[in-house]
């Protein structure tokens, strides 16, 4: 049985830097009502989105107000919508704190989308940014010279194996963030709709490529979508099965290259990917709402409201659902079951699972206390912490602890979610969960959005278009 202290990613590094981020909802104090500007998705120059979507410009907030005789470090983060994740965070502020009376740490929390525009926006005015802030856009900030380098401030042999790269940027000496967590791609299904559709889930846990195709008619004929992901304020959703498909047939390493820019999508392999995708969303793989859904919605959408036969979701998963349901969070007795990625034909790699490390911290060039702000993150990874962002968040931590020592004591309702583990356990135990990390150049990233995330599942292009935006991108043009 797995138990969460026993949870350990096997991690195998292959690239370099970071790849994802996990986000939240705007909570920030103390600032003016957010600027709502009207834009419009162009994914190529003969084809237009024509809903406008609204773009949420968070002001900054307003800087705190210095306590005497003491050193003020100020905290921009995501994960305003994670309360499990934020507990984690309050309490290492608090421990800190405790420990270092001479400072006072104001931690403001953010949705990701305006934090990078807030960042990005007082680092360029030079005034008004945070002394650590999560670590949007790395590469860029890194190449701009706006974050410092934790080479030597950090107690890296505390981390996992693999997951400091997450840190890193080509081109750059030194390591920038520090991840707390690690996320693992999985498939969730609804077994009350399969059930009731009749739909039988082989014993091996892994439908094959055509199989699946079929299983997401029968769930669109009955009037449900296939999976809840939708691409309402995120530019990966719908790359979600894409990525599984990739790992599938080429392996989490080679996957990666694709997914940074790095290779051509004008391979067999990338091909039959994108044309099962096709196949998949004539059958009815997306909610009707996939241009519209946020990230913060389509996860009630498969758990509360069950609109959706399944769920592609990395583990950070809990951070967002497993809250009270007044917050949104599903309740903890509807128990969804997993599933092995569809077996692609010609599949090389069955046994690998996508993982990559969960976002992180940055310190700020423009910080009036370095050695305080990188003293915070040094403290964070102490391996009790670790040990404590599992037990309350239920997700993978990057940190190595000893479970008999540093695992928390009493907590409330420390087995709510066993269930969730016991399921982890039941599926996936036994496959790879292959490490990859990368910095993504601007340009590729907005033609994959546009391509990949928004267009060929919108129905907008198709494969060679999809495909002939992405090469014309290629990060190494």
Wanted: proline share 8%.
């Amino acid at each position: 049985m797995y138990r969460k202290p026993t949870y350990i990613c096997v991690v195998l590094i292959v690239a370099v830097s970071m790849l994802l981020a996990s986000c939240a909802t705007p909570a920030t104090p103390q600032v003016q009502a957010p600027q709502v500007v009207k834009e419009t998705i162009t994914v190529k120059e003969t084809v237009v989105v024509t809903e406008v979507v609204e773009k949420v410009i968070t002001p900054t907030p307003e800087p705190p107000t210095p306590q005497p005789g003491k050193t003020i470090i100020t905290w921009w983060s995501h994960w305003a919508n994670e309360p499990a994740r934020r507990q984690v965070i309050d309490t290492i502020i608090a421990d800190y704190e405790a420990a270092h009376p001479d400072v006072d740490i104001i931690i403001s929390w953010w949705d990701a989308a305006p934090l990078t525009d807030a960042v990005r926006a007082v680092m360029t005015a030079g005034q008004g940014a945070p002394d650590i802030s999560t670590d949007v856009v790395l590469p860029e900030m890194v190449a701009a010279g706006w974050a410092l380098n934790l080479e030597d401030a950090l107690p890296w042999e505390n981390y996992l194996d693999g997951v400091k790269a997450a840190g890193q940027v080509p081109g750059f000496e030194g390591t920038y963030t520090y991840a707390p967590g690690i996320q693992t791609l999985m498939l969730f299904y609804n077994p009350e709709i399969f059930d009731k559709l009749g739909i039988q889930v082989p014993e091996s846990n892994q439908f094959t490529q055509s199989e699946y195709v079929d299983v997401v008619k029968k769930c669109s004929a009955a009037g449900y979508a296939g999976v809840a992901d939708s691409v309402g304020n995120r530019n990966y959703p719908a790359l979600f099965p894409i990525w599984a498909a990739m790992v599938n047939l080429v392996g989490r390493e080679e996957q990666n290259k694709y997914d940074l820019g790095l290779t051509s999508w004008d391979t067999p392999e990338a091909r039959q990917v994108l044309d099962w995708t096709v196949q998949l969303r004539d059958a009815g793989m997306w909610p009707s709402t996939f241009n519209t859904m946020t990230i913060d919605e389509f996860h009630v959408y498969f758990h509360t409201q069950k609109k959706a036969c399944m769920l592609y979701i990395p583990s950070w998963y809990p951070g967002r659902a497993f809250k009270s349901e007044a917050e949104g969070g599903q309740s903890p007795d509807f128990h969804f079951k997993m599933m092995k990625y569809p077996l692609m034909d010609g599949a090389k790699f069955p046994n690998q699972l996508w993982t990559a490390p969960d976002s992180g911290y940055m310190v700020l060039s423009s910080t009036k206390h370095p050695e305080v702000a990188k003293d915070i993150l040094a403290f964070m990874m102490q391996p009790k912490y670790g040990a404590l962002w599992t037990a309350l968040t239920n997700i993978p931590t990057s940190l190595k602890y000893d479970p008999a020592t540093d695992w928390p004591k009493d907590l409330e309702g420390a087995d709510t979610w066993q269930w969730y583990w016991d399921e982890i356990a039941r599926v996936y135990e036994g496959m790879e969960r292959k490490m990859a990390t990368g910095a993504v150049c601007g340009d590729f990233l907005d033609a994959r959005t546009n391509a990949i995330n928004v267009g060929l599942p919108g129905g907008l292009l198709n494969v060679d278009e999809a495909i002939e935006m992405v090469d014309a991108k290629l990060c190494t043009q």
